[in-house]
């Protein structure tokens, strides 16, 4: 999955945008970050990353980030 497919997937599920980042910062969302070639998914809270899920391409991890945010009913509009 490539960023594109994910941002059209996320305007099709009706997926806030505010409950992710795909740049590795924000706070009280889900995170996607690149860390040297492994990228990980993880909840920030409170600058604590909770409940983190690491991936060996961003592929797996946008997929991932997508399952997560519509199984969470906190994220939609």
């Not at 809270?45 to 690491?54: D, K, P, Q, T, V």
């Not at 797996?60 to 509009?77: G, I, M, V």
């Amino acid at each position: 999955m490539t960023r594109d497919q994910f941002l059209q997937a996320i305007g099709s599920n009706n997926i806030r945008s505010d409950a992710f980042d795909l740049d590795g910062q924000g706070d009280e969302r889900y995170v996607l970050a690149d860390r040297d070639g492994r990228w990980d998914v993880y909840y920030s809270e409170r600058g604590l990353e909770a409940r983190a899920h690491h991936f060996s391409t961003e592929s797996a991890a946008l997929e991932y980030l997508l399952e997560t945010l519509h199984a969470d009913p906190s994220t939609k509009l």
